[in-house]
Nanobody
Framework: QLQLVESGGGLVHPGGSLTLSCEVS????????IGWFRQAPGKNREGVSC????????DYDDSVKGRFTISRDNAKNTAYLRMDSLKPEDTGVYYC???????????????????WGQGTQVTVSS
């Protein structure tokens, strides 16, 4: 059973930066595509970014393009989401999710990820 643990969330001022980590255990990360999702207060959870098993395919929601950077280190069994120029509307609980696949592409659809972490809170406020 794959387990995912997010870390790195916190309170940051607008314009600030955070790097979230998603540490995976129970299997080798190299077999899994990774997605980062967030749920803002009172809103549905949405896909923010994704990365394929070897990093050859990356995708971002338009709202974070140019500000967020997804990456992975399969040797460390860890995926990352670097968030720069943070805005108050980036506030929410951030989740990483994984799906074992041979597919070249990643996905920002929740239904295409079987394993989920518990989430980490990100608050952007002055």
């Amino acid at each position: 059973q794959l387990q995912l643990v997010e870390s790195g969330g916190g309170l940051v001022h607008p314009g600030g930066s955070l790097t979230l980590s998603c540490e995976v255990s129970g299997d080798s990360l190299e077999y899994y595509r990774i997605g980062w999702f967030r749920q803002a207060p009172g809103k549905n959870r949405e896909g923010v970014s994704c990365i394929s098993t070897r990093g050859g395919h990356i995708d971002y929601d338009d709202s974070v393009k140019g500000r967020f950077t997804i990456s992975r280190d399969n040797a460390k069994n860890t995926a990352y989401l670097r968030m720069d120029s943070l805005k108050p509307e980036d506030t929410g609980v951030y989740y990483c999710a994984a799906e074992r696949t041979h597919n070249y592409h990643c996905s920002r659809y929740q239904v295409e990820h079987k394993y989920w972490g518990q989430g980490t809170q990100v608050t952007v406020s002055s």
